[in-house]
């Protein structure tokens, strides 16, 4: 059933929802797959369907300059462009919509492209300036320069995703600070027992006891390095360079007492390489390998092989993604990870083969990010005044875009994540020859 209401115009001599839902036709494969309301009032589309409401003309001037993913989240995480209801809800329909008629990658006419902007011009009539200047981007969008993967520019890349604020994210990851995939024996699992659950499953691979000294490379807010240190008693270096990340982890080495264990250093990856001789006993490095690129990635293998002793485990844990969009997205790539690249698993595997690595087991844990991503949501949703006074509404809406944007890529199978466990040769190792992780 579809209905329309023109009531409660403000000012336009045309009512904005009908309008936009004949101009949109040849864009949605037909009728309006949700239910619209415009800043006049006026509605259209199917009683049942998600509403989505135009909250400002601002909206339609992004989605006009950048139509498509890019507009649609500048829209909605200035205000402009709101879904009401649920979110993830919301998406997995237009998501099914898109696919039952087959939209992706459909490309408009030129006739259509002209109805549209037509009606832009007559919804305006002079006075909203649909077609004026594109809006400012908005204040949370990323704005990196330089040479790509510079020292400098993977520094500022990684301080606008991580240095919001150590208590913004200590209110949504569980306590240990883990920002990764959980390793969950149920969805009923607490979270902070899946991470602690993880954290051993990577310790007990790499095969850690007490005095082998580890690489953590990447080591966020430090859960693995401290884990290892306190459960398995290892001598841990860990590297990042988010300053943020360093201050806070240092903070916990004092609390718990492990300044003799544990040693953080702020320092890029590619300088994170032992003298020869004093390579470490195993490395890790979860979730970091994404946001080295694709030219680097054979520098940052390589940096993986070199830094651990002959016969020693290395441990990546890291996303994949198929398609055309690597970094994941226009809105991830605009808003969240600026150059992180993604590729499938086995082009991963490849590039550590090819940089030296003995590739012994590929653990993939797709299904246990969706839970890790629905205890990331409770906890958000729970803090959401305080994140709010911490960051502010538009960066809410931007993770809430995130999160339920990233729990339905693993749910749909559009992204995975995998645990890829090597040893670096020219030594007997000492990998089981049967699992028992």
Known sequence: MTATDTTGMAGTTRPVAPALAEALRPFVGGDLPVRLKAWDGSVAG?????????????????????????????????GELDVPGDLDQALTYAFAVAKERGLSGKRPSPAAMVTAVRTALDLGEGRLGLLGRPPAPP????????????????????SHHYDLSNEFYSLILDPSMAYSCGYHSSPEQPLEEAQFAKLSLICRKLGLQPGMRLLDVGCGWGSLSLHAAEHFGAQVTGVTIAAEQKKFIDARIAERGLGDKVTIKLLDYRDAVPPRGQEYDAVSSIEMGEHVGQGNYPTYAKVLHDAVKPGGRVLVQQMSRTGKWP?????????????????PVGETVAFLEKGGLE????????????????????RFESNLERLTELVGEEVVRVWRLYLVGGSMAFRDGRMGVDQILMVRPGAAHSVPWIRDF
Do not use: C, N
């Not at 320069?145 to 400098?152: F, P, Q, T, V, Y």
């Not at 970094?327 to 590729?343: K, Q």
């Open 46 to 78: 199917p009683l049942e369907a998600p509403l989505v409401e135009l909250r400002s003309p601002d909206a339609l001037r992004r989605l006009l300059w950048h139509p498509g993913e890019l507009g649609a989240a500048q829209a909605y995480v200035t």
């Open 139 to 158: 204040a949370s969008q990323a704005r990196i320069r330089g040479r790509l993967h510079s020292k400098l520019r993977d520094i500022r890349s990684i």
């Open 327 to 343: 970094g994941g997205g226009p809105f991830i790539e605009s808003f969240i990870a600026p150059d992180m690249y993604m590729r």
């Open 359 to 378: 590739v012994r087991d590929v653990h993939a844990l797709r299904e246990h990010y969706v839970l890790t991503v629905a205890g990331w949501i409770d």
